[in-house]
C-alpha cells in the first residue's frame, strides 16, 4: 500500500532538523519575505511547508575544498555531482547535499549554485547571475510535486527546480540558466579528472554526514512523503533516469537501455539531433546536442578506457564527459547544451505528465 505521509512527516521532519545544531553563521533564519504573499505560477494548494522553515535548511556559501587524495571521508560507490570549467574539475558529495540541499559556488569565472533535493534526487546546477548582479539562492523550506523550490537573496524570488524558472515575486516568469553537470560515482569521478577537488564536510555545521536524513525513502518505491499532481507507474517511482527537457518536451533514458561499458545513443527530439552517452557500471548518463557549433551532424561511437574521453565520431575528433573535443580537427570545439539532469521518475512524471520513455519498457 503506497505510503504519502504528511502531518507525521512535518513533525519528524522538525525534530530531524532541529537535531542538528548550526554552528556557522551563513544560514538566515525564518526570513519571510514579500514574495511569499504574491501570486503564484504553479497551484498554491499544490505548495507544501517540509517543516524546517526557511532556511532551515542551511544552504553553503563558502565551501571547503581538499584533493581527491585527501577525500578519506568518501566510498568509491558514493554519488557526487561534477562540475568542469576551464579545466578545472570539482564535486559535490551527495551526502553533503543531503543536508544542505544547495551549495553556492564560483569555479573559474562561473558563479554557480549546486542545487540538489534529496526527495526527486534531482541535481541542477544554476547560474548565480540575474540582471547582471551576482546573488545566492537558499532553501525556502516549500515543496512543489515535493521538490526543492529555492529562493534568489537579491529579489527574494521563488523558483522551482524541475521546471527551472521562477514561480513567485519580482522575478515571477524568469527562466534559470543552468550548467550541464555530471552526476556519477566518486569512483568514476576521481578515474574521469584525478586532480579533482571535492567539497569537505567542514561546512561550519553541526550535521552527522555519515547518516541518510531520510530513513527508507531512496529504496522503497511507494514511499512518496509529499503528494504530486500526477502518477505514472510504467517505471518504479526510485528508479534513477536522465530527463532531457527541449521545448516542453521531455523524454526520460533509463540505465537499462545502456551496458556496462560506455554506449552512445542518437535521438531525436524536438527538432534537436541528441547524442546521449552512458555506462551503467560507471553510473553517468548524459545528453548532448548533436551540433559542434556549425549546425552539423556528427555520427558518434564509444570510446572505452580512456576517461573522460568517452565519444569519438565520424571526422576523427575525440569527445569528453563534458561534450568538447579533446583531439582532433575540431580541437576545443563543444557539442550544444540541453537542460537534462539525473532524477527519479516519478518527478519527471509528476511535472511532465506527457513525458515519453526512449526505448521498449
Do not use: H, W
Given at each position: 500500500m503506497k505510503r504519502i505521509l504528511f502531518i507525521g512527516l512535518l513533525f519528524s521532519l522538525m525534530l530531524l532538523w532541529g537535531c542538528g545544531k548550526e554552528t556557522g553563521s551563513n544560514g538566515n533564519s525564518s526570513v519571510q519575505?514579500?514574495?511569499?504573499?504574491?501570486?503564484w505560477a504553479i497551484p498554491r494548494e499544490d505548495i507544501f511547508d517540509g517543516g524546517p522553515g526557511k532556511d532551515g535548511i542551511p544552504a553553503l556559501l563558502e565551501p571547503e575544498f581538499v584533493s581527491a587524495a585527501a577525500a578519506d571521508y568518501l566510498s568509491d560507490e558514493e554519488l557526487v555531482i561534477g562540475i568542469v570549467v576551464d579545466g578545472e574539475a570539482r564535486a559535490y558529495p551527495h551526502h553533503i547535499l543531503d543536508w544542505h540541499e544547495i551549495i553556492n559556488d564560483r569555479v573559474g569565472q562561473v558563479d554557480i549554485a549546486v542545487t540538489y533535493c534529496p526527495l526527486t534526487g534531482t541535481g541542477i546546477g544554476w547560474s548565480r547571475e540575474i540582471d547582471g548582479?551576482?546573488?545566492?539562492?537558499?532553501?525556502?523550506?516549500?515543496?512543489?510535486?515535493?521538490?526543492?523550490?529555492?529562493?534568489?537573496?537579491?529579489?527574494?524570488?521563488?523558483w522551482s527546480q524541475i521546471r527551472l524558472d521562477c514561480v513567485n515575486g519580482a522575478l515571477r516568469g524568469t527562466k534559470a540558466e543552468t550548467f550541464p553537470l555530471i552526476e556519477t560515482s566518486w569512483r568514476t569521478w576521481k578515474e574521469m579528472y584525478p586532480q579533482t577537488t571535492v567539497v569537505t564536510r567542514n561546512t561550519g555545521y553541526d550535521r552527522n554526514y555519515g547518516r541518510y536524513p531520510y530513513g527508507s525513502y531512496r529504496t522503497e518505491d511507494d514511499f512518496l512523503m509529499f503528494p504530486v499532481t500526477n502518477e505514472d507507474?510504467?517505471?518504479?517511482?526510485?528508479?534513477?533516469?536522465?530527463?532531457?527537457?527541449?521545448?516542453?518536451?521531455?523524454?526520460v533514458y533509463r540505465f537499462a537501455g545502456f551496458d556496462d561499458s560506455i554506449t552512445v545513443v542518437h535521438d531525436h527530439l524536438r527538432g534537436k539531433n541528441l547524442v546521449i552517452v552512458g555506462n551503467q557500471e560507471d553510473n553517468f548518463l548524459l545528453a548532448f546536442i548533436n551540433d559542434?557549433?556549425?549546425?552539423?551532424?556528427?555520427?558518434?561511437?564509444?570510446?572505452?578506457?580512456?576517461?573522460?574521453?568517452?565519444?569519438?565520431?565520424?571526422?576523427?575528433?575525440?569527445w569528453d564527459v563534458s561534450g568538447q573535443a579533446v583531439s582532433g580537427p575540431r580541437k576545443n570545439a563543444r557539442l550544444g547544451t540541453i537542460p537534462s539532469f539525473l532524477g527519479y521518475w516519478f518527478s519527471f512524471a509528476a511535472f511532465y505528465p506527457d513525458v515519453s520513455i526512449y526505448g521498449t519498457l
Open positions: 519575505g514579500s514574495g511569499a504573499q504574491e501570486a548582479s551576482i546573488t545566492t539562492f537558499g532553501v525556502s523550506g516549500l515543496l512543489y510535486n515535493s521538490n526543492l523550490i529555492p529562493y534568489d537573496r537579491k529579489t527574494d524570488s521563488n507507474d510504467r517505471i518504479p517511482n526510485k528508479e534513477r533516469v536522465l530527463g532531457v527537457l527541449q521545448s516542453d518536451e521531455v523524454r559542434p557549433g556549425d549546425g552539423s551532424t556528427l555520427s558518434f561511437g564509444a570510446v572505452q578506457g580512456q576517461y573522460p574521453v568517452v565519444m569519438t565520431d565520424d571526422e576523427g575528433n575525440k
